[in-house]
Every structure is written in structure tokens, then in C-alpha cells.
């Protein structure tokens, strides 16, 4: 078999990504047609061309209520973010190793400022239905060779096409293309070469890889097969090399990935690189809704079905707009005679305010210049605003209680209820997101082994946004064998990914405080084993200085634990355990500590349950107050009704009628 020169796979990898390109373009044209028509929509561009041309100067009002459906469940979102937990899956996963990434991944997102990019993906998702976000990787500085991770957003999620994929988050997918339009002066200055040309008849260039203003510039993912050996060793550990010493108890051979990317325009290559993970194209995408109509993915937005409804709601409001601006425009009727020689008072008369107007008497029009009585709204036409207004509601699935306006519901109960119908309905959105995020964690952790190869202090985000640091890849030796083993060793495991939502860290650390407060006065007996903790949860000025003096005040035991764990993190060995050097009083003593300890946490564990029954109590006796409330007001009414029938009732009897 003849070898392949550097031009003909450069041929060949140009070729394969042109009609990659147009099969999935091709596929998916009609469902990003009418996501472009969604944000367009939202942009403002709601009449029809042709009825707008026929309108001409009549008014044609753009009422826009979509940003704010759209604006209510991002505000949702953002008030309910995804967190990112990493758990052990397999016998020789360390769940120190998985806090450890928990860790990494939380700073990665806190140097990424990756709400920017997660926010833009998501309003995208909930107006079009297309979101998407990525993961790169750069040096972290200009004389290092450590390379940090970034989540990044995508602005145009329409310029990402996917190969076929069968999983909801395209992990499957074996290409994926993010594609740009260029300037062909832009194309020149950045990359130093002529663009392609556009009249050389080839047909890539009718696709759109050229024109005669830009130049399409393409990124190129995809996965290729290679197989490779992997090792089971006697201590469980799976490896693809053996190191010095190692034994291998098993070994097969196993289908893996390398992931290349490459920058490429319709004649060149530009750039090639590996990506550093095995698994995944880092590219994460953020869906609306979607339905399979006769095979065919159908894929929205939040608003798609109520842009009927308010196209009326604007047709209406700018007929209601109409009527009311031409009433004072309605002409006199008059006769030439009856303001011969006053004309230019009444041509100015619109915009002078005259405190009288000259006017002739004309003997063959008895009566003065009269208006003809303004057509008058109809009644019918307000109807239809309120009628529209509603129908965009039920549309979106976002009533007044869910948008905080006054609605019917007047208890506390009903509006909650309401509201929540509202969340129900959106939740599909923010429940797709998490699903995206649970992607993104999974590329961060396929990567990490490769960026993190080699033995480091790495910087890890904590839920508070402040870091702290940890060893990786650490070798350190065993007191008790004398075997040196690695510390937090990457490599070594599987692990994955659980995402939770909820409040943001502030709204729980404020709900922390709340709940702590109450835990102590229910049990005050706690407060010597948390007191450090509740410092922490203050806002005041000096409040972590306050929570570390407390920290001197805990029971041995726990300093201890804690001491431990801080070792444990600066890779050095823990303190030896000082039992064996203490006296049988001291024993004794640290025995009955522990004991105390142990009837503490019995009693915080009682307390708990305690306060949790108080609160259920307290919750009950809320909505039967409101129930009662509400049925007191309906009494009274009728109290007054009857009052008001008996009162209009005639105080003497009529006179009896003869038979």
C-alpha cells in the first residue's frame, strides 16, 4: 500500500471535513432557520415585511413581552446554579482524590469566570433553543509549562455543527465543527497568506467556503480510533505503562480516541494540534426543548409558540393606537365664505392656541364650522389587547404570580401554588442545563490527568469563593512498610460527575447562619463544638480571625482530625499517633473526652430532629391561619349580603287585594 504524502492527507482531511460540514449543515438547516427567526423576534423584528410595506405610515407599535418570559427563567436560573460534586465510581477511586478534583474544577471555573459563559449559554437555549460553551486550555503564564483549563462561551451558538450523535449531550459524536465567516482583508492581516480564491468554479466554494466579501473559517474536531493496552497490576491499579517494579495480573487491549483539532479554511490547514483529552470533544452544547416529529429533531426555544399571540397583541394595540390619535385630527366642516379672508388663522390653529377663531356668517349654511363626532374605540378591540396579553402567558407557561404582578390569587398559599405551576413548566430549561453541566465536569476530569501530570501544588476553589491548596502526584513514603506510594495520584481510578441546583453559596451561607442561630438556642450545649463554624458564617469585619481563636477552645480530638487533614493537604505525612506515649490517666482522660464528644453529637443529632418537627408545626399553623383568613373574609361578605337583603326588604306589608 502506497504511503500518504503530506499533501495528500491534507487533500484528503480538507475533503472529508467539506462534506462532513454539508451533511450537517443540511440536516439541521430547518431548525436553525426558525431559531434565527426566534432571536431576530426577540430582537424587535415582529411585523411581516410585506404588511408593514403596506402599512406605510400607519402605526405599527412592537409591544415586546418576550424578553421579559425569557429575562423570568434566566433569573431563575441564576438564582438556582448547577454545582459540580465528583464521586468515586470503582474499587481503586480515593475520595480524597475526588474532593481533590471537586476542588481543581471549582477553580478552574473561578479563573474561568465560567457564569459568563454557562449565563450566554443558557439565554441562548431559552430564546432559540442553540447554547453552547467550551473548554481550552493555555500556558499559565509566559515562562511556565503548566498549561490551566478555561470555560469559555461560544457567542454563536448557530456556528456549531454536530456530527451524528445519539446521546442528549453529543459525548457520542465523532466530529464537530465551529464554524466563522471572515473578512477576506480580516483573513489576510491574521494569518498572512491570500485567501481562496472565489472564481474557480469548484463547487466547495457554492457551499459558502468563499465568497467574494469573506472567507469561511472552520475549527475541526474529531475523534480518531487508535487501540491501545492497558494493565491491571497487583494493587488494583489500571495503567497503559508498567513503571519500575510493576507486575501486570492482566492485559487487554482496549478502543480509545485521540482527539485532533484542526483550523482550517476551504484550501488550507492551518493549524493542528492533539487535544489533551481522550474522551470527549470539548465542546459543550445547551438545548431548550426538544420533540422527535417523524424522526426528525425538532429542537426550541421558550417563546416559539407565542409569537402568533403577540404579533396580535401589537396588531391590536396599534389599531387601539390609531383610533385614539386621529380624534383630535377630525377636519371641520365648513363653507369658503365662513373664513374668507381668516385662512391663515385656522391653517395655524394646530399649533397655536387661539383664544378665539374669526369666523363669517354665511346665510346659505345656517350654523357655524362644526367637527364631525371621532370614531370611537371599540370595545371589542380592548377585548382582543387583553385577550392576547393573556394568550402569551399561557403560551410560555408564565402567569402573573410567576412574573411577581398582581394576579386573582390573593393568599399567600394560592400565589405560592401559582408560582410554582410557573417554575414547573420552565424547569425543563434549567434541568437541560444541568445535564450540560454534568458534561463539563466529565471533560474537565478527562483532562486532568493530562494536565496535572506531574508532581504540584494545585490551587483548589472552594463553595465560598476563596481557594485553598493541595499535592498532586506526590510520592511519599509509608512509616509503617517503608514503601514509597503517590499522594492524590490522577491516573489511578474513575470517576464522575453528580450535579446538584440550588441557591448560590451567599443565600445558603445566610440561610447557614439562620439555622445555626436556632440550632443553639433549641440545644446551647452545641455551641462549644461549632462556635467556629458560626463564626465563619458572619459577615462582620474580622469574622474568620474570630472563627480561628475559637478553633483553640474545641476538644483535642477534633484539632486533631483537623490538624490531620491540613498535613494531609501540604503533602506531608500526618502526625503519628501519640497513644502509645500517653499515661493511663491521660488514656483515661482522652477516653472520656471522647465520650462526651460522642453524647454531644446525640444530643445536636436530638436537637436537629427537634427543631425539623418545630418547623413542620410552624408551617402548618401558616397555612391554616391563611386558610382560616380567607374563609373569614368569604363569611363576612355573606354576613354582609344578608345584612344589606334584609335592610332593603319593605318595613310595611302592601294591602290586601280582594278575591
Not at 25 to 43: G, H, M, T, V
Request: aromatic share 8%; net charge negative.
Amino acid at each position: 500500500m502506497a504511503t500518504e504524502t503530506v499533501n495528500d492527507k491534507e487533500r484528503r482531511i480538507l475533503k472529508e471535513a467539506q462534506d462532513r460540514l454539508k451533511l450537517a449543515i443540511d440536516d439541521d438547516s430547518e431548525n436553525r432557520k426558525l431559531a434565527f427567526e426566534d432571536l431576530d423576534f426577540i430582537d424587535g423584528n415582529q411585523w411581516p415585511a410585506d404588511l408593514k410595506a403596506r402599512r406605510a405610515t400607519r402605526p405599527c407599535l412592537v409591544l415586546n413581552k418576550m424578553p421579559i418570559f425569557i429575562d423570568q427563567v434566566i433569573g431563575d436560573q441564576r438564582m438556582n446554579r448547577p454545582s459540580i460534586k465528583v464521586i468515586p465510581v470503582d474499587s481503586v477511586s480515593d475520595p480524597a482524590v475526588a474532593k481533590l478534583l471537586g476542588g481543581w474544577i471549582k477553580h478552574v471555573q473561578q479563573i474561568s469566570k465560567s457564569d459568563i459563559a454557562v449565563d450566554h449559554s443558557f439565554e441562548h437555549a431559552v430564546a432559540c433553543g442553540y447554547g453552547a460553551m467550551r473548554v481550552v486550555t493555555r500556558y499559565s503564564s509566559d515562562s511556565a509549562f503548566e498549561q490551566e483549563a478555561y470555560v469559555e462561551k461560544i457567542n454563536n451558538a448557530l456556528a456549531v455543527y454536530w456530527g451524528p450523535h445519539a446521546e442528549y449531550d453529543c459525548s457520542d459524536a465523532m466530529y464537530c465543527f465551529v464554524i466563522s465567516d471572515m473578512d477576506r482583508e480580516e483573513f489576510k492581516t491574521k494569518y498572512k497568506e491570500e485567501p481562496a480564491p472565489f472564481n474557480t468554479g469548484d463547487s466547495q466554494f457554492i457551499e459558502g467556503w468563499a465568497t467574494k466579501s469573506t472567507v469561511r473559517v472552520c475549527e475541526y474536531f474529531v475523534k480518531e480510533p487508535v487501540t491501545k493496552t492497558i494493565h491491571r497490576l497487583a494493587d488494583g491499579r489500571v495503567v497503559e505503562t508498567l513503571g519500575v517494579g510493576d507486575i501486570s495480573t492482566k492485559t487487554r487491549k482496549v478502543q480509545s480516541y485521540n482527539i485532533i483539532w484542526y483550523l482550517l479554511s476551504a484550501n488550507k490547514i492551518h493549524e493542528t494540534r492533539q487535544w489533551v483529552g481522550k474522551k470527549y470533544i470539548p465542546i459543550i452544547p445547551v438545548w431548550g426543548k426538544e420533540l422527535v416529529v417523524g424522526g426528525k429533531r425538532k429542537v426550541r426555544g421558550l417563546i416559539r409558540h407565542a409569537k402568533d399571540a403577540q404579533r396580535m397583541y401589537n396588531f391590536w394595540s396599534s389599531a387601539d393606537t390609531e383610533v385614539v390619535a386621529l380624534q383630535p385630527k377630525i377636519p371641520y366642516i365648513l363653507t369658503p365664505k365662513q373664513i374668507d379672508g381668516h385662512e391663515a388663522q385656522w391653517n395655524n390653529m394646530q399649533n397655536e392656541n387661539y383664544p378665539y377663531l374669526l369666523v363669517n356668517f354665511d346665510e346659505r349654511a345656517p350654523g357655524w364650522p362644526h367637527r364631525e363626532a371621532p370614531p370611537q374605540a371599540s370595545s371589542a378591540m380592548v377585548e382582543r389587547i387583553q385577550s392576547t396579553d393573556q394568550e402569551m402567558r399561557d403560551l410560555v407557561g408564565l402567569q402573573k404570580a410567576s412574573l411577581g404582578m398582581q394576579s386573582n390569587e390573593r393568599s399567600g398559599v394560592a400565589i405560592r401554588e401559582r408560582k410554582k405551576e410557573g417554575d414547573i413548566g420552565t424547569f425543563s430549561f434549567i434541568d437541560n442545563l444541568s445535564r450540560s453541566i454534568e458534561h463539563l465536569g466529565r471533560i474537565l476530569i478527562d483532562i486532568a490527568p493530562g494536565l496535572l501530570d506531574t508532581e504540584r501544588i494545585v490551587r483548589l476553589g472552594l463553595e465560598n469563593g476563596e481557594f485553598d491548596f493541595d499535592a498532586v502526584n506526590v510520592s511519599i513514603r509509608d512509616e509503617m512498610t517503608g514503601e514509597y506510594k503517590v499522594l492524590n495520584d490522577l491516573s489511578v481510578g474513575t470517576y464522575d460527575i453528580v450535579v446538584t441546583v440550588g441557591p448560590s453559596f451567599d443565600t445558603q451561607r445566610t440561610e447557614a447562619r439562620t439555622a445555626m442561630t436556632e440550632f443553639i438556642q433549641f440545644y446551647p450545649n452545641a455551641a462549644p463544638l461549632i462556635g467556629d463554624l458560626y463564626a465563619k458564617a458572619m459577615d462582620w469585619p474580622g469574622a474568620e480571625d474570630f472563627a480561628e481563636r475559637l478553633v483553640y477552645l474545641l476538644p483535642p480530638e477534633i484539632r486533631a482530625k483537623m490538624a490531620a487533614e491540613k498535613a494531609r493537604k501540604a503533602g506531608e505525612a500526618p502526625p503519628v499517633a501519640q497513644e502509645a506515649q500517653q499515661s493511663p490517666e491521660q488514656q483515661a482522660a482522652a477516653q472520656e473526652a471522647d465520650l462526651k464528644l460522642q453524647e454531644a453529637q446525640v444530643g445536636l443529632q436530638e436537637a436537629q430532629v427537634k427543631l425539623e418537627q418545630e418547623r413542620v408545626k410552624l408551617e402548618q399553623m401558616k397555612q391554616e391561619t391563611e386558610l382560616l383568613a380567607a374563609q373569614s373574609k368569604e363569611n363576612i361578605k355573606k354576613l354582609v349580603d344578608e345584612i344589606v337583603v334584609e335592610a332593603l326588604k319593605p318595613t310595611t306589608s302592601p294591602p290586601a287585594t280582594g278575591v
